[in-house]
Every structure is written in C-alpha cells, then in structure tokens.
C-alpha cells in the first residue's frame, strides 16, 4: 500500500510540464515573498527563505523572478499582502486533510475550499480536529538510481542525525527533525548525493481507502492542490498502488 507521497509524486510526474511549471511559479512566488516579509530578504539569515529559494532554483525559476519576489516581500516592491492560513478537513473514508495556504482575501479561500469539500463529499473540520494527526518534519530526498551503495547512504544517515530511512520507493527518505534537516542536507551534499529538501507534514496514523471513497479522495485532493491559493495538501490515506495508478490515469485522461 501507498499514501499522500506516492500520490504527490505520481500526480507530478503525470502532469503535463508546462501546466505544472505555472502552478508551481505561482505557489513558490508566494512562498519567498511571504518568507522575505516575516524574516528578511537575506537567505543567509532567514531559513525559510533560503528553502523557498532552493525549491525555486530546483524547478529552474529564472533569477530575476526570484528577486522580484524578495523585495516585494520586503516591500521594495509593491504587491499583494499575502497571509499564511491552516485549514482543516475530512475527506470520504475518513481520511484527514491538513492545508496550508497563503492568501491575500481568506473569505474567497474558505469559500473556494468550501466548495470543493462539498462537491467530492468532504468537510471542514474544526481548528485541532485534524492537526494532532500530523507531525512536522524534515525530508531528504535522493533519486534511488543515484545510490549505488543502500548501505553507505543508511550508516552516513544516520551519523548526520537523521531518525529514519525509507528506501522501500523511489525517491528514498531520509526522515530528520525539522531543525537538522539542513545539516543533514549538506553531510549528505558534502558525500557527493544529489538531494532535495523540504519541511513537511507527516501522519502519526492512516486511514486505508478503496473503490469509491479512493476516487473520491484523489479527485477532491487534486482540486484543493490545484487551487492557487493553496500551498501545500497533507492527507493520511493508504491504498494500492495498482487502484492510484489506474485512478490518477483517468483523472489526468
């Protein structure tokens, strides 16, 4: 069985590239001016910021875009107040939803988010209800193909202070704590890998779906993701890989 990553990865490497470089452009524009607002345009000094402009990079944004989008975070250039806002929800089966989403107007997000949970037959929950199910972490992740030795990758993993691997799909995790995930980047960088990393959302427990309620909860998933408010979907799902792949084909068909 598979959850929310091997959905997330599957989704992106189905969609077509210009339509998913669009989106993502939106979505990280937003990110590195609300990271520049709240800790300053200078990614040496400011974490978050540094993520979101190595996120960036990863997906080949242009320089100039990625300083257009600082220094209207630091208001030397004029643009939108954009507000950072968790929502909360059920899908079908039961399955918990945890959304970030930066937004200039959170009566239009709440209400476009309203919309869709109604249509695929989910429902906000309230603050409190869904967040205790998540955990926050660091995540490092390598292309199995560029790992020629599990062995040497899990010992160095570990002595760089990460507290779990999972090598059982492609891209292999590296799980660390939000605060070691940086220094369990460059170890791993310093020993030659080709990593990415971000800070995510991990469940504590999940929810296991078939039939009606797994195309349901895809659909609805990929319409809160598409929303270009929304930053970034954490569900706790499980379902067969085989059901993901034939349903995600017809979604994208």
Known sequence: MS?????ANI??????QDARKSKIFTKLIREIIVAAREGGG???TNPRLRAAVE???AENMPKENIE???KRGTGELEGADYQEVIYEAYAPGGVAVYIRALTDNKNRTAQELRHLLNRYGGSLAESGSVSWIFERKGIVEIPREKVSDLEELLMLAIDAGAEDVKDSEDPIQIVTSPENLSVVKEKLEAAGYEVQAKVTFVPKNTVRITGKDAE?????LNAIEDMDDVQEVFSNFEMDDKEMEEILSKLEG
């Open 3 to 7: 959850g929310h990553n091997k959905w």
């Open 11 to 16: 989704k992106h490497r189905k969609m077509a």
């Open 42 to 44: 200078n990614i040496e």
């Open 55 to 57: 996120r960036a990079r």
């Open 68 to 70: 257009r989008a600082i």
């Open 216 to 220: 349901r909860v895809l659909e609805l």
